[in-house]
């Protein structure tokens, strides 16, 4: 149990550690100028990368023993590509494949 001086220190830390997130990209990067080119990359490069790093997690575990373990899995993988390449919205992609995996597992393979 934290003691009320080491609660008001981890809130203080908190509070500081997301104060600088928040306004950390202001104070390095001028408005008047672009992004340097390796901030640009990150962005362009990143959102696929997190979302294959997604798709590779929640497959690991994958068992081919029996068709109801492992076709929700595959056809919300699917349902996630699909809706990527129409949309490119990445949210979209993510909830969509997150709801048809739910109600696949919840409704169709009981």
Request: with cysteine; aromatic share 10%.
């Amino acid at each position: 149990m934290l003691t009320t001086a080491g609660a008001i220190a981890a809130i203080a830390v908190m509070a500081v550690v997301t104060f600088l997130t928040r306004a950390l990209p202001f104070l390095l990067f001028d408005r008047g100028s672009a992004p340097p080119k390796l901030v640009l990359y990150l962005g362009r490069v990143l959102p696929p990368a997190v979302i294959a790093m997604l798709i590779i997690y929640c497959l690991k575990d994958i068992s081919f023993a029996q068709a109801g373990s492992w076709l929700p899995q595959l056809i919300s993988v699917a349902a996630v590509v699909v809706l990527h390449l129409w949309r490119h919205n990445n949210l979209l992609s993510i909830f969509g494949g997150t709801i048809l995996y739910m109600i696949l597992v919840q409704a169709v393979f009981v």
